[in-house]
Antibody
Framework: QVQLVQSGAEVKRPGASVKVSCKAS????????IHWVRQAPGQSLEWMGW????????KYSQKFQGRVTITRDTSASTAHLDLSSLRSEDTAVYYC????????????WGQGSLVTVSS | EIVLTQSPGTLSLSPGERATLSCRAS???????LAWYQQKPGQAPRLLIY???SRATGVPDRFSGSGSGTDFTLTISRLEPEDFAVYYC??????????FGGGTKVEIK
């Protein structure tokens, strides 16, 4: 069965960086895009960017350009989200999600990783 | 960027009643690339509807989606206890960013 399993919760200081991982199983990792979406407490969902694991192509929301990097390790079927220069407003649950193409619905989601930014 | 506005913000209904949720886009959503997700507290979103009107695998037929262009609707024909949750619409057909609506909470009256 398809699963996306994310890394655990993180607590970071303002100005630091965080790396969140998403390990895929149950399907061919290279054949589906992986998106990162975040949700601040009590708020809606916010798309951050995607990666095509097959070729490493990425696209980021302009809001996060310069602070976000999405990478993948095809040998480990894992995608990573790096977010730098953290501020308190980055406190959120970060989700990875799968789609058949970059213009497809998100059919499977990871369980979420809470990132707390606090001094 | 396409802005999605969902209404109402909260819908208070009883089990067995019909729920009608609206999602309005600031510009036309190409090829009906519009999805609906359900989210329960502490859980990840779950895909319900894609392509504006196609049910995802395993989704009960009491859930239906309709609409095109800028106006979309999610209907739950008869609310079951497990349907009380927050619902989000999403457009995924335009150039990035992909965007989500602000959500509609369906709560027990």
């Amino acid at each position: 069965q398809v699963q996306l399993v994310q890394s655990g919760a993180e607590v970071k200081r303002p100005g630091a960086s965080v790396k969140v991982s998403c390990k895929a199983s149950g399907y061919t990792f290279a054949s589906y895009a992986i998106h990162w979406v975040r949700q601040a407490p009590g708020q809606s969902l916010e798309w951050m960017g995607w990666i095509i694991p097959g070729n490493g192509d990425t696209k980021y929301s302009q809001k996060f350009q310069g602070r976000v990097t999405i990478t993948r390790d095809t040998s480990a079927s894992t995608a990573h989200l790096d977010l730098s220069s953290l501020r308190s407003e980055d406190t959120a649950v970060y989700y990875c999600a799968r789609s058949y193409s970059t213009s497809s619905e998100f059919d499977y989601w990871g369980q979420g990783s809470l990132v707390t930014v606090s001094s | 960027e396409i802005v999605l506005t969902q209404s109402p913000g909260t819908l208070s209904l009883s089990p067995g009643e019909r729920a009608t949720l609206s999602c309005r886009a600031s510009q036309s959503v190409s090829s009906s690339y519009l999805a609906w997700y359900q989210q329960k507290p502490g859980q990840a979103p779950r895909l319900l509807i894609y392509g504006a009107s196609s049910r995802a695998t395993g989704v009960p037929d009491r859930f239906s989606g309709s609409g095109s262009g800028t106006d979309f609707t999610l209907t739950i024909s008869r609310l079951e206890p497990e349907d009380f949750a927050v619902y989000y619409c999403q457009q995924y057909g335009s150039s990035p960013p992909l965007t989500f609506g602000g959500g509609t909470k369906v709560e027990i009256k």
